[in-house]
Nanobody, 124 residues
Framework: QVQLVESGGELVQAGGSLRLSCAASGHLFNNYVMGWFRQAPGKEREFVAAISRNGDITYYLDSVKGRFTIARDNARDTVTLQMYSLKPEDTAVYYC?????????????????WGQGTQVTVSS
């Protein structure tokens, strides 16, 4: 089992940037594919980005491609989401998630462990 704790969410103006971090503990971090999801009020949780166990494969939601970058540091058991050119529609609670196995998947049902979330608010 792995425990996940997100940090870095805050209020930012449109066009600004944020860096979210997720610290993992409890098991071998590099055994997990890692993902970021987000959930806005009144909406379903949606996939944002995912990264393979060794970091060589990444996937992104189309609307964040070119603005967000997912990365991981297996030596420090962390995964980050660097966000640039933020838009009001990026406002949501952002969740870090981990899944056992090797496939980099984009559905929340395929992830086994979740953090508590961190709020990102982008003002216009």
């Amino acid at each position: 089992q792995v425990q996940l704790v997100e940090s870095g969410g805050e209020l930012v103006q449109a066009g600004g940037s944020l860096r979210l971090s997720c610290a993992a503990s409890g098991h071998l971090f590099n055994n997990y594919v890692m993902g970021w999801f987000r959930q806005a009020p009144g909406k379903e949780r949606e996939f944002v980005a995912a990264i393979s166990r060794n970091g060589d494969i990444t996937y992104y939601l189309d609307s964040v491609k070119g603005r967000f970058t997912i990365a991981r540091d297996n030596a420090r058991d962390t995964v980050t989401l660097q966000m640039y050119s933020l838009k009001p529609e990026d406002t949501a609670v952002y969740y870090c998630a981990a899944r056992r196995g090797t496939a980099v998947l984009m559905s929340s049902v395929d992830y086994d462990y979740w953090g508590q979330g961190t709020q990102v608010t982008v003002s216009s």
